[in-house]
């Protein structure tokens, strides 16, 4: 019973989610069609986004409660360590001051930019990393 319970669960999660992404794509493409709805349209999409998040807990408490969470919460917290670590090392002038200007942002924005850069080219050479070393474990256990 409980396992019917998990599978009907995580279908209810992905309807929402799939749900959600919808409406994130239709409202990022028709922005000028929802100008008189922008508020209604907007509320839906922050709904459907704490209902992801939710989604997203209840199955990390579920999984740490089988025992099988430990693994994640530590990828969990590494990530989260390399996004801290990515905002603290990046400067508040990754963009030009006519490009802040322009697009009426902060110095802040400028920051968080950085900060994503920097996140994402770590991640990606970690990948690489990873990738490297399966092959050559690969390579040296046929031999």
């Given at each position: 019973m409980?396992?019917?319970?998990?599978?009907?669960i995580?279908?209810?999660?992905l309807g929402v989610a799939v749900?959600?992404?919808?409406?994130?794509?239709?409202?990022a493409l028709n922005q000028d069609k929802f100008s008189g709805m922008y508020n209604i349209a907007y509320g839906i999409l922050l709904i459907f986004?704490?209902?992801?998040?939710?989604?997203?807990?209840?199955?990390?408490v579920l999984r740490v409660i089988n025992?099988?969470?430990?693994?994640?919460?530590?990828?969990?917290?590494?990530?989260?360590?390399?996004?801290?670590?990515?905002f603290l090392l990046s400067s508040k002038t990754d963009l030009s001051d006519t490009f802040l200007a322009r697009n009426d942002a902060s110095q802040g924005t400028s920051k968080l930019v950085g900060a994503g850069c920097i996140t994402?080219?770590?991640?990606?050479?970690?990948?690489?990393?990873?990738?490297?070393y399966v092959e050559i474990a690969k390579a040296i256990?046929?031999?």
């Open positions: 409980q396992e019917k319970t998990r599978k009907l995580t279908w209810i999660c749900l959600g992404a919808f409406f994130a794509i239709l409202f986004v704490v209902l992801a998040l939710a989604s997203i807990l209840y199955f990390l025992g099988g969470g430990k693994g994640l919460l530590i990828g969990l917290g590494l990530l989260v360590a390399v996004a801290l670590i990515a994402v080219y770590v991640l990606v050479f970690a990948a690489a990393c990873s990738i490297i256990k046929k031999k």
